[in-house]
């Protein structure tokens, strides 16, 4: 039998997150290749449940309010889980595939002696580092906009993170037997912190998304709508440049158009985002339900896209999703969204930390509907090329049975 473990981080059914959603769609291609999986993720219990691909088994998390510091301390336990599954399953090969720093996971369970009978190949995809992450939380954190405590926080955590969680990632990227990327961005930032790396592990292949729904009580509220609709999902951090969105909403208001603006998805920075929107004087326009179930349908309800991150690292999962349902998109060029999407052919591309451009933009689309339909035509057309689910099947299989 073979056996394929993905561990994921956040339970790509109960939190929100794009490892979680990246893995998921990581353990069907694994199903696909004839595997038999186990997807392992943590969350705010215990629990497990049979999927049409596998076995979903959630950890857990004490440590959740510790953010990224948790991750570590959860990582034992998580350690454990796969040593049980492959010690009660009895497999002759063993895929362990780590989002990210979760590679950890399986060169832990690689060296125990226990297993030494068992082929054991770990794998890490990566899309950015811990630093880059956290230099982009402090780019996209002026005082301005999230007070002197926040910035200077943020500034502590990146001071920390490069003393600690590189370290960690370091530990992996020397110990892992692949890593994987899916952007040129996520090769750049690897090799520039770590420029001893040996790039010979490094496989690039090429990428896929899907949508599905999560288990959530929260809905988006409202869909039905009679004014032009703009909306943005992800995480609530600095990184994203939520706070440059909503001075580009104040400008628009200020302008005299007519449209409304739904920020989407959870995080420590939402309450903080709610209170700049206010005092903006904009809360009328813009609406922020949570964590909610289903992106697509949000998505579909909505005409306009747009993302303002300062920070990916790669590209988005979200802007992904919207070029999949068809939707026009606004985007900031930052890390490697240009490497999916075109100025004026599949969105429009804007700057970092610039309200007044990324307002233009929307505006631009506001008014030109013709615009609109010609960007999400040429985005699904793109979408359909060169994100399809046969094409990352076959470039994970080369990885598989590539013995270099």
């Known amino acids: 039998m073979k056996l394929a473990i993905i561990v994921c981080g956040k339970s790509p059914t109960t939190m929100p997150g794009g490892l979680g959603s990246y893995s998921y769609n990581i353990a069907k291609i694994f199903y696909e290749l004839g595997y038999s999986v186990h997807l392992i993720g943590y969350g705010d219990k215990n ?64 060296n125990n002696i226990g297993l030494d009978k068992i082929k054991i190949t770990t794998i890490a995809s990566y899309f950015t580092t811990y630093k880059h992450e956290y230099e982009g939380q402090v780019k996209g954190a002026p005082i301005a906009d999230y007070g002197v405590f926040y910035n200077v926080c943020l500034r502590m955590l990146l001071f920390v993170t490069s003393l600690y969680h590189s370290r960690q990632e370091q530990n992996v990227l020397d110990n892992i037997d692949k890593i994987i990327v899916h952007y040129n961005s996520a090769v750049d930032i690897i090799k520039n912190e770590f420029p001893d790396i040996n790039a010979e592990k490094i496989k690039k292949i090429p990428y896929y998304i899907d949508l599905y729904d999560r288990a959530s009580e929260r809905h988006p509220g409202n869909l039905n709508k009679n004014k032009i609709r703009i909306v943005t999902i992800c995480r609530h951090d600095p990184r994203k440049g939520i706070n440059t969105l909503l001075k580009a909403v104040k400008i628009m208001r200020d302008a005299g158009l007519e449209f409304e603006c739904i920020i989407a998805g959870t995080g420590f920075f939402r309450n903080k985002h709610i209170q700049l929107s206010e005092k903006l004087g904009i809360s009328e326009s813009v609406s922020f339900p949570g964590f909610i179930k289903s992106s697509e349908e949000l998505l579909t309800s909505s005409d306009i896209f747009v993302i303002s991150s300062v920070e990916e690292g790669s590209g988005a999962v979200s802007v992904l999703e919207a070029m999949k349902c068809g939707i026009p998109i606004v985007s900031t060029a930052c890390d490697g969204i240009p490497e999916d999407l075109t100025d004026r052919e599949t969105a429009v591309l804007v700057e970092e930390n610039n309200a007044q451009s990324l307002a233009e933009a929307l505006q631009l689309l506001i008014e030109d509907k013709q615009l609109r339909s010609i960007l999400s035509q040429n985005a699904l057309i793109k979408f359909n090329k060169h994100f399809s689910f046969e094409r990352m099947k076959d470039g994970l299989n080369s990885v598989l049975t590539d013995h270099t």
């Not at 959860?74 to 990210?100: L, N, Q």
């Open 47 to 110: 629990d497990c449940s049979e999927l049409k691909f596998g076995v979903l088994h959630q950890i857990e998390n004490p440590y959740l309010k510790l953010v990224s510091f948790g991750n570590f301390l959860i990582a034992p336990r998580i350690t454990e889980k796969v040593h049980a599954i492959i010690s009660k399953t009895g497999p002759e090969e063993v895929i362990i595939f780590g989002a990210a720093i979760w590679g950890k996971v399986g060169i832990d369970v690689k």
